[in-house]
């Protein structure tokens, strides 16, 4: 995971909220929180840069936002008074101690998955790695395994062969996400999606680089870029980019039920198929017997 001197600052995140598209204001004010409470302790500059990031988002987030935002900051000792009075209406003097950490309740409205999705897709390469620093997955989650090789060694085959479309097919197949996504994350100019799709598959380093000299043109021509996404690569978790992963996976998941009412009139009527086959194959393969016929005596 990149550490915390070598990130951006909160104020490059504000750009984000400035964009056509989904209203990602909610999921920027809550990252930014997480990602500021993470330092026991902060600089003027910094903190002045999170006050007003903060500042001008709380206005235009909804109220769920506002009692998470709320909760982060007033369990965190060193939290800016002008936020907290800005998210509660209260003056530093009348608000509210904080609760014990014992009994502080986690937050239990994450931002919605595919709001998270399209955050990452239209952030900077900077602003991404902001995003990837606060992917954090929960305790209890199961820890995903990695590719076999065998789908490795396709992956990289198609990428050494320049053929995008068998990557993106191969990709989604492994990663378990729609193909117009996985198609995004091929032509993504920028690249970090690709990173973290290798990092969640369990790709090696030397095989990564191999992919991007290779697979986007846009990349593969740039040493530097190259070499900046490789580094990427080794400072982030592998829970971080498998909790990604599991993000981009929800949509899917959520289409596809298991219990769809379709599956099973598709069973019904592929056993009726079945059977009527089977009956038919069987009169076929048995012999029939000559008939008797009577004779005179």
Partial sequence: MPKTSTLPPLDGLLDLACRDGVDIRPTLLRVATDLYVQKPAHTAAEETQYIELAGGLVDAVDQATRAIVTATLRAYPAAPAAV??????????LAKPPRPAATLAA??????RDELTELFFTAR??????????????ATARRPTHASADTLAQLEAAALERD?????RRLAAALGIAPALADRIVRDASGEPLVVAAKALGMSAAALQRVLLFLNPVIGQSVERVYDLAQLFDDISFDAAAQMAAI?????????PAYEPAYYDDEKRSARSFGSSARRMRASRTPVAPRKTDHAG
């Fill in 164 to 168: 995008g479309a068998a990557f993106g």
């Fill in 107 to 112: 937050p239990t409205t994450p931002a919605p």
């Fill in 248 to 256: 981009w996976r929800a949509p899917l998941a959520r289409r596809k």
């Fill in 84 to 93: 907290l009075e800005k998210l509660t209406g209260e003056t530093a003097a």
């Fill in 125 to 138: 390469p900077d602003e991404r790695r902001l995003i990837l620093a606060n992917l954090v997955p929960a």
